[in-house]
């Protein structure tokens, strides 16, 4: 078993993920990412993570696939012995926009099965092994971080099965701290707003106006760093007395005001 806490990410091949792995890796953390990515094309990405010089895996899987889930952690288990964290970042947006009147059964499909039911599966097997090694490793301290999104509480109608999706992630959350409670495994939730990725790059200007005239309290994109730093926080044990518990990274987005 190694001596470092192991962290695991998923979708942690580019974006949001890759940020929150070379932050975990930052302060000693092994790491395991998962994501569909081949691994020569995010070979850069993944420099940022090796680069601290803690143990490292990365899979090539696919979340929704129940053999995938199981071959990346039992990998995990042969080769670092331990899951310490597990953040579940992975997830899609639909291929194309469509309004919730012309939504097709195959996007919400796509969109549920990855945000949704990867999510709450791969949930289930690690919470599973988390519990496990409660009783073999002394003094380890589990926790499990869901990053959603403010869509979980915004209208989106142009992608309803990512805003759907994502209120399925937190309801993830609630169901699993419920549940992890009685273990001392604490669940969390990371909510990010307007971040600056791959993902969101191709709509720049219209947020560069929207953020201008004042949709955000804190007039500035957001950056996969500020993510990072927020499960940082939920990854500490400054936080053993809370669980369920939301971090809006939005700018001050979710924050009603006339």
Request: net charge negative; aromatic share 8%.
């Amino acid at each position: 078993m190694v001596d470092n806490k192991v962290a695991i990410v998923t979708g942690a091949g580019r974006g949001i993920g890759n940020a929150i792995a070379a932050q975990l890796a930052s302060e000693g953390y092994a790491t395991a990412i998962l994501d569909v990515l081949d691994e020569e094309e995010i070979a850069e990405n993944l420099e940022g993570i090796k680069k601290y010089g803690n143990p490292f895996i990365y899979f090539k899987g696919d979340i929704t696939k129940g053999t995938d889930r199981k071959n990346f952690t039992d990998k995990i288990m042969d080769e670092f012995g331990r899951i310490d964290v597990l953040v579940n970042n992975a997830g899609v947006a639909p291929k194309v926009r469509m309004d919730i009147l012309e939504t097709t059964e195959e996007s919400l499909d796509f969109v549920l099965g990855v945000n949704v039911k990867g999510t709450f599966f791969f949930t289930q097997l690690v919470a599973n092994l988390m519990i496990e090694e409660l009783d073999r490793i002394p003094n380890i301290r589990p926790k499990i971080i869901n990053i959603s999104s403010m869509s979980a509480y915004t209208s989106s109608p142009s992608r309803g099965e990512y805003c759907i999706s994502k209120a399925g992630v937190s309801m993830i959350t609630l169901l699993f701290a419920d549940r992890l409670a009685e273990y001392g495994i604490n669940v969390y939730e990371v909510r990010p707003g307007i971040i600056y990725t791959d993902m969101t790059k191709v709509v720049k200007d219209k947020y560069d106006k929207l953020i201008n005239e004042g949709l955000l309290p804190i007039k500035r994109w957001g950056y996969p760093e500020d993510i990072a730093n927020a499960v940082s926080l939920f990854c500490s044990d400054k936080l053993e007395y809370s669980t369920g518990e939301v971090i809006n990274v939005d700018g001050g987005f979710h924050i009603r005001r006339l």
